[in-house]
């Protein structure tokens, strides 16, 4: 059985830092995307950030450009989502997903985590 399990969310300040992590089980993703993607209450889930199988490209949501930054770790089947510069507008529930040929589309993705709660004070 194929899970993801997100971990690192929590409650900061804004400014303030957060760490995600995904840890795959069941198969192995690292010929696969991975994305982390969020949903604010009232809101659709919207995407974050995704990297490619090698690591090669990564891609992000204008919102978070130049505060978040995917990375993986293969070995581990694991991927990470550091975001810094927290803002109250980043408060959401985080997703984690994987296999997809369309990095940036939910739809896309054939695995999905339960998420983990982000919430920034202001």
């Known amino acids: 059985q194929v899970q993801l399990v997100e971990s690192g969310g929590g409650l900061v300040q804004a400014g303030g830092s957060l760490r995600l992590s995904c840890a795959a089980s069941?198969?192995?993703?690292?010929?696969?995307?991975m994305g982390w993607f969020r949903q604010a209450p009232g809101k659709e889930r919207e995407f974050v950030a995704a990297?490619?199988?090698?690591?090669?490209?990564?891609y992000y949501a204008d919102s978070v450009k130049g505060r978040f930054t995917i990375s993986r770790d293969n070995a581990k089947n694991t991927v990470y989502l550091q975001m810094n510069s927290l803002k109250p507008e980043d408060t959401a529930v985080y997703f984690c997903?994987?296999?997809?040929?369309?990095?940036?589309?939910?739809?896309?993705?054939?695995?999905w985590g339960q998420g983990t709660q982000v919430t920034v004070s202001s």
């Open positions: 990297i490619t199988r090698s690591s090669g490209s990564t």
């Open positions: 069941g198969r192995t993703f690292s010929n696969d995307a």
């Open positions: 997903a994987a296999r997809s040929l369309i990095v940036t589309a939910a739809l896309k993705y054939a695995y």
